[in-house]
């Protein structure tokens, strides 16, 4: 089953959405899975760590389908950790540690440690070749339409790039799946022995409604993120999510305050209605009448 982002159908006039410092970005309502905002959306780029979005999808289903376990401890081998430079947020370990896929997943998801990655992909994938077909594969199958993988954890690696609508499908199918994946992306600190790590997703900190996901960097991606949060409706009385894109961002606070400006935009012009019978949707995004929006939080 493929996600399918659609455009909201505009039946009062909107603010315009905020300007944002990045190369490309997104703004999609969670439940109706409508776009409410975008720029230069389908504009190929280096996704650097957002990678490990999909990295972090197929282990969870691997998890989910027992052929990973979460007490399962694997042998760290020199191959998994001899290509992982001293610049890259890394677990720091060491050949022949012995080390479980729990601490390894949530080293992939708060730390976005690049050598957990590769560990993680040697174990599910049988070598890091397989895993990357079992990556564009899985990026196929979910309607990622402009994307390729050429490694699991997101270093500048010829041919390996997606978009900010195509991360956006894939954001909103992983906590669909996963939803457990948010009890990891909302934490801001991991430790792991002497190694001890803070989440880069800075909006954690700043905003209670922020739960996750990803943040990335590298020269050739600059700073980018993919932001979510869920708050209170009024009316009807549910609770909203929104995910934020944002690629490109010149600097990690550029960033920061990009997905913060695309949240606060969603949450204060547009409200989720129960959408009709035969549209085959639980919820469809309008425009929210002025000042019945949520105010933001950041």
Known sequence: MTTCLTAVAEAAPVPAPPNIQAVSWLVVDGASEQILAEHNADAVRQPASLTKLMTAYIALRALRDGTLGWDEKVTVRTSDVAEVGSDEARMYLVPGQRVTIRSLVQGLIVASANDAALVLAERVGGSLSGFEQLM??????????HTRFTTPSGITTPGNHSTARDLATLALRLTRDFPEYYGYSSRQHFSYGKFEKRNKNWLLGMDPSVDG?????????????VATASRPQEAPAIKRRVFAVVLGAPTAAARISGAARLLNYAFSSYRDDAAAPSSGRHFVTRPAAPGAGDAGRT
């Open 136 to 145: 564009n594969d899985t990026a196929r199958q979910i309607g990622m339409q």
């Open 213 to 225: 996901l990803k943040t990335g960097h590298t020269a050739a991606a600059g700073y980018c993120i």
